[in-house]
């Protein structure tokens, strides 16, 4: 082993932020090598690094560990470098250096973040995350954008305190900063579920997503779509694994998203639903806790992202060529955009896990392991939501994109280096799903699982097609909901109309209430002020001038009163 | 929007949505054929009926899309819904400082 190997400065995230500071400075056109090359080589130097815990170094006092590898960080920091190219690739055509340096500061926190051996690290990188990633939403410079990213940023930042509040407690009750299994029976611990929930996006903590992911740059959305909230599902897997309340929200998370996926007109919207659902799966595995349900996860997680990322690439190039995603506007572009159409079935074919594409492999890992251990509900639940995804993902955005009716758009197919990525990001989907050993060989546990029984396949395309036979039916006897402008009420309603609404009508209350105020004062002071003068005032009984006999007349009254007190 | 074309695209076409319907539906019929020829291995025993699993897609499928669809009225709203109250927000301490 090299000397350099395994200190902390030579770690894969510190590749990255480093890479991204220096296109900060370089010229443009080496803005395209340098976002293909620092990917590959942090890649390179992660998988150079042996099992084992790097980058010792003290910071504030602590002893932090800031390169943990082990084979549970090693695929999530793997797909995330392997993302990282594949986004650059994608982003490749975009001359805006702002968005290239936050692509690859935001690749290196989260890389940064999972290899993190200890909370503090691990809070330096998440706040990391929230930081870089908001700039890719404000690249967009409109004010929608600035005012989505800023509310986006608010709750990366309340995620980041409670997950320090959560270590300092931790911290103070065990005296480890060490990031290993936490539990729920802490006060640390549940603040740090809550801090990996926020950015997990569990159940009502859950509309940051759909309310940013949407309004970021058309390569913006598929660099969000991959770290964040992958980043809270590791940090679940290591923190939670096993935790059983993890079952039930993962099994709520994969349902709740479906139905506002489906009514969404927006298909940027839609795919980010579709995370939210995706992201269940992986709870629900990570909350099961066996091997196989952590390899699972993680192997979901893995696919996830380049599915996921496929899918957000193919409306990121009808965005860039048409300048809409809307479902009510679109239609009838596979004969302008064909390449673009078939990459996007690929993304859809695999997040719905037909067999022979990625999805198929990696979910049926957590759905084998929940009947395995006997969750019922949860099975089910996970079964439902699949006939969901293969609704929002795996019709509705191909569908009303490329086929439909046609809405007359004729643009040129999206630019080579989409494309190209488009291309490889669909290759390793298709790679996955035909030829798993690979992926199943770099994950956590050793696992001997094999996806491809008859049963499970004649299963899996019985699901699926009887779905898609009643998506014709419906959609053929026009039961289908249409596409129709529109935006949704979520979450997102509490704190983007209510919260302000009712802070309006607090400062008008307290307003009111300040004027009634200053107008009894003013009356009261107009009270005094007539009395005042009426006594003292220049016409005032204190002031008038009197006869010296009335005065006598006074002075013997005065008089006579006090002889008659005294007698 | 440019002129519609004169021939419709391949997947415009009738013949050819028919066709894509009928193989859908002859797909469904040789899985559901397929029953009577593999062994199960049911977890729960309800996942071991006869046509659990096409039941349970047809159904899961209608359940989902019909109750989002009834959900819709409740849910959706102009498009420019929020862009008011974000313009109202930002508008608000201005309208303050006229006035005060």
């Not at chain 1, 005012?147 to 509040?165: A, E, F, K, N």
């Not at chain 1, 809307?326 to 079935?345: D, H, N, Q, R």
């Not at chain 1, 309603?493 to 307003?511: D, E, M, Q």
């Amino acid at each position: 082993m090299s000397d350099w190997l395994g200190h902390a400065l030579a770690s894969p995230a510190l590749v990255l932020m480093l890479g991204a500071l220096l296109i900060a400075a370089l010229p443009r056109w080496l803005h395209g090598v340098w976002l293909l090359t620092i990917p590959a080589a942090a890649l390179a130097l992660l998988w150079q690094l042996p099992m084992g815990e790097y980058g010792q170094l003290s910071l504030f006092g602590f002893d932090l560990t800031t390169l943990r590898v082990d084979g549970l960080s090693r695929i999530w920091a793997t797909i995330f470098l392997i993302a990282a190219f594949l986004t650059g690739l994608y982003a490749l055509h975009v001359n805006d250096r702002l968005q290239h340096v936050a692509a690859l500061a935001y690749a290196g926190a989260a890389v940064g973040a999972v290899l993190a051996g200890d909370l503090v690290t691990l809070f330096i990188f998440w706040e990391a995350t929230a930081i870089a990633s908001v700039f890719l939403i404000w690249a967009q410079r409109t004010i929608k954008a600035h005012i989505v990213g800023l509310r986006y940023l608010v709750i990366q930042v309340i995620s980041g305190l409670l997950l320090m509040m959560g270590a300092i407690i931790h911290y103070h009750a065990t005296g480890s900063i060490a990031f290993n299994h936490l539990g729920l029976a802490t006060p640390g611990g549940l603040l740090i579920f809550a801090a990996f929930g926020i950015k997990a996006a569990f159940p009502l903590l859950h509309n940051w997503v759909q309310d940013a992911y949407p309004e970021a740059t058309v390569s913006g959305t598929v660099i969000l779509s991959i770290y964040t909230t992958k980043l809270a599902i590791y940090s679940l897997a290591r923190g939670y694994a096993g935790t059983e309340a993890l079952i039930t929200i993962g099994a709520i998370m994969t349902i709740f998203p479906i139905f506002f996926a489906v009514i969404e007109n927006d298909l940027r919207r839609v795919l980010a639903y579709s995370l939210n659902n995706q992201l269940g799966f992986m709870v629900v595995g990570i909350g099961i806790g066996t091997p196989l349900a952590l390899n699972g996860a993680a192997a979901h997680a893995f696919a996830h992202i380049l599915y996921k990322g496929l899918l957000f690439m193919s409306m990121g190039a009808v965005l860039y060529r048409v300048g809409t995603v809307k479902a009510s506007e679109l239609g009838g572009l596979y004969k302008s955009m064909p390449w673009t159409a078939a990459f996007c079935i690929v993304g859809s074919m695999s997040i719905s896990a037909f067999p022979l594409f990625s999805g198929f492999v990696t979910k049926s890992m957590i759905l084998t392991a929940a009947a395995e251990n006997h969750h019922w509900i949860a099975w089910m639940a996970m079964l439902v939501a699949s006939a969901g995804v293969l609704d929002h993902s795996g019709i509705k955005v191909p569908f009303f994109s490329f086929f439909h009716h046609d809405a007359g758009f004729r643009v040129r197919e999206a630019p080579l280096n989409m494309l190209l990525a488009m291309g490889a990001t669909a290759a390793l989907c298709i790679g996955i799903g035909v030829y798993p050993a690979p992926l199943y060989a770099i994950l956590p546990f050793d696992v001997d699982y094999s996806p491809y029984t008859t049963t499970h396949v004649v299963n899996q395309l019985q699901l699926l097609m009887f779905a898609a036979l009643a998506f014709v039916v419906l959609f053929r006897s026009g039961l289908y909901p249409p596409e129709v402008r529109g935006v949704n009420l979520d979450t997102d309603w509490l704190y983007r109309a209510a919260l302000p609404a009712a802070g309006r009508a607090i400062h008008r209350g307290v307003s009111a209430l300040r004027a009634g105020l200053v107008r009894g004062l003013a009356q009261l002071a107009g009270v005094a002020q007539h009395w005042l003068t009426e006594g003292f005032g220049t016409n005032g009984v204190a002031a008038r001038t009197w006869t010296s006999g009335v005065m006598l007349l006074w002075v013997t009254a005065l008089l006579a009163a006090y002889l008659l007190i005294y007698y | 929007m440019t002129q519609p074309q004169t021939r419709p695209g391949v997947f415009e076409r009738k013949p050819v949505i028919q066709t894509l319907i009928a193989l859908i539906a002859l797909i469904c019929a040789g899985l559901l054929a397929a029953e009577f020829f593999y062994a199960k291995h049911p977890h729960f025993g309800f996942d071991g009926w006869f046509g659990f699993y096409p039941l349970a897609g047809f159904v899961a499928y209608c359940f989902i899309v019909l109750s989002a669809k009834l959900a819709r009225p409740l849910l959706r709203r102009d498009e420019d819904y929020y862009d008011e109250q974000a313009r109202q927000s930002l508008q608000t301490p201005i309208e303050d400082d006229t006035h005060e």
